[in-house]
């Protein structure tokens, strides 16, 4: 059960990091231009333009990094406690995003349509189910 769990964590997780990876490069897929996808992804007011390429890869690298924990906490012989501290780390860390996203702060931090209409149908919704997946996995690795 703990593996279906990760590997639900996991896909998420990897179809952003893929993302990130593929803005860090330069291309603006799924997204037409530049400036839609920065008002898609970032929409703080009256952004163009996607932060540097860096950020970009790093955002990758820590969201994949996410996901194979995801995955490493389903094996319950693997990491001992600091892969479970760090499980209860990523767990924390999702819950704070989705918490973020409905408060009203957020809101107007992050106005830029379309990313305020997604951030409450999908992104803050998205991060409470994985922190929620989180702390299933590592409840299950603690039984």
Same mark, same amino acid.
């Given at each position: 059960?703990?593996?279906?769990?990760?590997?639900?964590?996991?896909?998420? /997780?990897?179809?952003?990091?893929?993302? =990130?990876? /593929?803005?860090?490069?330069?291309?603006?897929?799924?997204?037409?231009?530049?400036?839609? %996808?920065?008002?898609?992804?970032?929409?703080?007011?009256?952004?163009?333009?996607?932060?540097?390429?860096?950020?970009?890869?790093?955002?990758?690298?820590?969201?994949?990094?996410?996901?194979?924990?995801?995955?490493?906490?389903?094996?319950?012989?693997?990491?001992?406690?600091?892969?479970?501290? %760090?499980?209860?780390?990523?767990?924390?860390?999702?819950?704070?995003?989705?918490?973020?996203? =409905?408060?009203?702060?957020?809101?107007?931090? =992050?106005?830029?349509?379309?990313?305020?209409?997604?951030?409450?149908?999908? =992104?803050?919704?998205?991060?409470?189910?994985?922190?929620?997946?989180?702390?299933?996995?590592?409840?299950?690795?603690?039984?």
């Amino acid at each position: 059960m703990s593996m279906l769990l990760a590997a639900l964590v996991f896909i998420p /997780l990897l179809a952003v990091a893929m993302g =990130y990876a /593929l803005w860090s490069v330069g291309a603006t897929w799924p997204i037409r231009n530049q400036e839609l %996808l920065a008002k898609t992804v970032v929409g703080t007011p009256g952004i163009t333009r996607m932060p540097s390429r860096w950020t970009s890869l790093l955002a990758a690298i820590l969201t994949l990094g996410a996901g194979i924990t995801a995955l490493s906490l389903a094996d319950h012989d693997s990491g001992g406690t600091w892969l479970t501290l %760090l499980g209860i780390v990523c767990a924390a860390a999702f819950l704070a995003r989705g918490w973020a996203g =409905y408060r009203p702060e957020w809101r107007r931090r =992050y106005s830029e349509m379309p990313f305020a209409d997604l951030d409450r149908r999908v =992104y803050s919704p998205g991060a409470l189910a994985i922190g929620l997946g989180f702390v299933a996995l590592v409840i299950m690795r603690l039984l």
